[in-house]
Nanobody, 130 residues
Framework: QVQLVESGGGSVQTGASLRLSCTASGRTLSTYALGWFRQAPGKEREFVAGIGRSWTSSYSADYGDFVQGRFAISTDSAKNTLYLQMNRLKPEDTANYYC????????????????????WGQGTQVTVSS
C-alpha cells in the first residue's frame, strides 16, 4: 500500500507559477500509474495530468484539455515524488488538487478517470486571484 502526501499549494495572482509535490511512502512510485486531479467547490473531480508507466523507466504523459501547455507532470524516482509544475495560472485553476496512484496494469496507459485510481492524497489547495 502506498501513502501519498501533497504539498506546494497556495494563493497566487493570475499569471503566477506553482509547483505541487506528491511524496509517496510505503511503495516506490515507479510501479504505479500516477495522476493529478482537481476539484472546485460544487464541481466534479477533473483530470489534470497523468503518467502511464512501462516496466522500464520510460513513461507517457497526458493532460486535460484545459491545460493547453501550461502544466507539466514529472517524477523524481530518487525522492519518490510526483510533481505538477503549473505556469500561467488563471482564476479558473482555483481548486483542491489531488495526486493519485494505481498499480500498473497496462504499460504506457494514462488513467484519466478518477475511479481508475486506488490511492489518493489528502489534497492541497490552489487559489488564483485576478
Amino acid at each position: 500500500q502506498v501513502q501519498l502526501v501533497e504539498s506546494g499549494g497556495g494563493s497566487v495572482q493570475t499569471g503566477a507559477s506553482l509547483r505541487l509535490s506528491c511524496t509517496a511512502s510505503g511503495r516506490t512510485l515507479s510501479t504505479y500509474a500516477l495522476g493529478w486531479f482537481r476539484q472546485a467547490p460544487g464541481k466534479e473531480r477533473e483530470f489534470v495530468a497523468g503518467i502511464g508507466r512501462s516496466w522500464t523507466s520510460s513513461y507517457s504523459a497526458d493532460y486535460g484539455d484545459f491545460v493547453q501547455g501550461r502544466f507539466a507532470i514529472s517524477t523524481d524516482s530518487a525522492k519518490n515524488t510526483l510533481y505538477l509544475q503549473m505556469n500561467r495560472l488563471k482564476p479558473e485553476d482555483t481548486a483542491n488538487y489531488y495526486c493519485a496512484a494505481h498499480p500498473i496494469a497496462q504499460q504506457h496507459v494514462v488513467l484519466t478517470n478518477s475511479y481508475e485510481y486506488t490511492y489518493w492524497g489528502q489534497g492541497t489547495q490552489v487559489t488564483v486571484s485576478s
